[in-house]
């Protein structure tokens, strides 16, 4: 099974951490920067991986990803297309973030609490 961490570019890997705390439009752009250089199988297989998981179905839609755009990424087709993109980034992002363990490291509000993560 393949971890986004085995596909993204080492240096995105690396810095993602440190990336969460950078202005949101340089974030966004790292990313899909990330996954458009990544070859198209290899995310495909990646993004499989991830809805292989028991909980994916459930955290595509907390990521508020549509029904379609989570079948269109479950077949693992079109993922760098643009009107695709911007849900593969989010998929890649949560992939990434429970990989590397950094959703303990996020500080979240009081008024937060009640909510899942």
Do not use: W
């Amino acid at each position: 099974m393949l971890k986004m961490i085995d596909v993204l570019e080492q240096n995105l890997v690396q810095n993602f951490t440190h990336s969460l705390n950078t202005h949101p439009a340089q974030f966004d752009e790292l990313l899909n920067q990330g996954i458009l250089n990544t070859p198209d199988s290899v995310l495909q297989q990646a993004v499989i991986s991830f809805f292989n998981r028991a909980d994916a179905i459930e955290s595509a839609q907390a990521l508020d990803i549509s029904a379609e755009s989570i079948q269109a990424l479950q077949s693992g087709v079109a993922l760098k297309d643009d009107s695709y993109l911007t849900d593969t980034a989010k998929i890649v992002a949560l992939g990434l973030a429970l990989e590397t363990n950094v959703l303990t490291q996020l500080e979240i509000s009081d008024c937060l609490q009640d909510f899942p993560v």
